[in-house]
């Protein structure tokens, strides 16, 4: 069982930045793909950003060129660099990593953005 925890969310004006940390029980270096999800209020859970083990990245469109996702592997932490944030990136930001076919979830963390 993969626990994973993060951190880094809070309350931040529009054009700020933020960094989302996600702390993995275990190694991560043999995750076969780890991502940052959000899911705001009455929306669906939506993907904002993942990267595989061989750190290929992929982006949602709405955040692609704000957005950095990156992973440590010495610190089985995964991260997420959020640059000129918007209102509308307001959500609950969740860490998801897969192994073995399995996936995991954090408990999420809020983020707000203030116009």
């Known amino acids: 069982q993969v626990q994973l925890v993060e951190s880094g969310g809070g309350l931040v004006q529009a054009g700020g930045s933020l960094r989302l940390s996600c702390a993995a029980s275990?190694?991560?270096?043999?995750?076969?793909?780890m991502g940052w999800y959000r899911q705001a209020p009455g929306k669906q859970r939506e993907l904002v950003a993942s990267?595989?083990?061989?750190?290929?990245?992929n982006y949602a469109d709405s955040v692609n060129g704000r957005f950095t996702i990156s992973r440590d592997n010495t610190k089985n932490t995964l991260y997420l660099q959020m640059n000129k944030l918007k209102p509308e990136d307001t959500a609950v930001y969740y860490c998801n990593a897969r192994k073995l076919l399995i996936g995991y979830w954090g408990q999420g963390t809020q983020v707000t953005v203030s116009s």
């Open positions: 990267i595989t083990s061989d750190s290929s990245t």
């Open positions: 275990e190694s991560i270096f043999s995750m076969a793909s």
